[in-house]
């Protein structure tokens, strides 16, 4: 994904907040299983979203945007809480009216008033894991702005906002490793995917070794097994994450591209035949399936061409699945293939023609709370 790369980016030079107290360094080699994360299609409380302001990037950026949210929030009230974060009262207000404009019911919105840089929740949000009891937890990873690349500050401060608001315990994870939501896939059986041109860069995480981040992840996230593309780094702005172009579709499903797609992506020829044989924990092989990008180049409603788009960057919600459109012929056959997956669900477009000019598509603006 190419997050912002058409917008001024804010260098910040700032450290990362931190609390040595909470969570010491991992030593390699330790993985003791501590907290398992819930896969996406576990069953939610809710999903966050931080809603598009004007303070960072102006009026005409949150404009363009505001119908896309408006979109995503008409549809998941439906099945589970929405939690909105506003950058101010002032904000909330519009975004109040906004959405009764729309028809929305507000019964299951809950607002949250915090300061935001930006908009992808995904990244810099909470990470809700499970303990040894069964207690939801909250994780907060270090964010800085996809390798200092934008302003990050404010949030990277929300899982902590988060945390108190919810009177839930919180595990500061802020001094052990820089990750981003949108970095990692995890399958709900122990397997982890991601690429390490996110993760593994000096930007994030210097000197950190691949088996100091695998003893991270597996005590934190409970992984057992870890499928590393090498990814590629300067790409855009987050160095390549792995949810732009493969996912897990559920613990037996990988869903992806076709090898030209993937091609047209920039996703190294090696790392697409990593992809494409990758095993499960027991080390059967996962079913593929493959989207194809837009059949055109994305237009956005101001007139701006974007190239092609994916749409493996969908949301998985209690009743639905948010997929990404793009007034594309292809909209409709990816969704086609997208409900095969999921036919307790309903599949529904979300219009992202105009997020996509910012780099990220649907699931890099969601969040989930597990239930």
Not at 12 to 33: F, N, Y
Not at 95 to 123: M, Q, S
Not at 276 to 295: D, I, M, R, S
């Amino acid at each position: 994904m190419r997050k912002m790369e058409n917008l001024l980016l804010v260098l910040s030079t700032l450290l990362l907040s931190c609390d040595k107290k909470e969570a010491p360094v991992t030593p390699p080699g330790d993985t003791a299983i501590t907290y398992v994360m819930p896969e996406e299609s576990a069953p939610h409380e809710g999903t966050w979203l931080q809603w598009p302001h004007q303070y960072q990037y102006g009026k005409s950026y949150r404009n363009r945007l505001d119908a896309t949210w408006i979109a995503m929030t008409k549809e998941l009230v439906k099945g589970e809480k929405v939690h909105l974060v506003a950058y101010d009262q002032t904000e909330q207000e519009r975004i109040t009216a906004l959405l009764e404009t729309e028809g929305v019911p507000l019964g299951n919105v809950d607002f949250k008033i915090y300061p935001t840089d930006d908009v992808w929740v995904r990244d810099n949000g909470p990470i809700y894991v499970k303990d040894a009891n069964g207690r939801l937890v909250i994780q907060d990873w270090g964010f800085n702005g996809w390798g200092r690349k934008a302003a990050y500050d404010n949030c990277n401060a929300v899982p902590s906002r988060v945390a108190a608001d919810q009177h839930t315990p919180k595990i500061n994870l802020n001094t052990v490793m820089v990750n981003e939501g949108g970095s990692v896939e995890i399958d709900g059986k122990g397997v982890l995917m991601a690429c390490k041109s996110s993760i593994l860069n000096e930007n994030r995480n210097p000197g950190m070794t691949q088996q100091e981040a695998e003893a991270i992840f597996s005590k934190y996230l409970g992984i057992t097994k870890f499928i590393w593309l090498e990814g590629k780094a300067g790409l855009d702005i987050t160095d390549m994450h792995i949810d732009g172009f493969a996912r897990f579709a559920n613990s037996s499903t990988i869903i992806t591209m076709n090898e030209q797609d993937l091609d047209y992506w920039q996703v190294p020829q090696q790392d697409i035949q990593t992809l494409y044989a990758a095993t499960n924990k027991a080390a059967g092989a996962y079913k593929l399936v493959k989207v194809p990008l837009t059949q055109y180049e994305v237009i956005t409603t101001y007139g701006k061409n974007l190239g092609k788009a994916s749409y493996i960057n969908y949301y998985i919600a209690n009743k639905s699945v948010l997929v990404p459109n793009y007034n594309d012929p292809n909209d409709i056959v990816a969704m086609n293939i997208i409900q095969q997956l999921y036919p307790d669900k309903k599949v529904v477009g979300i219009d992202c023609r105009n997020l996509f000019a910012n780099g990220g598509m649907v699931h890099c603006v969601t969040q989930q709370q597990p239930r």
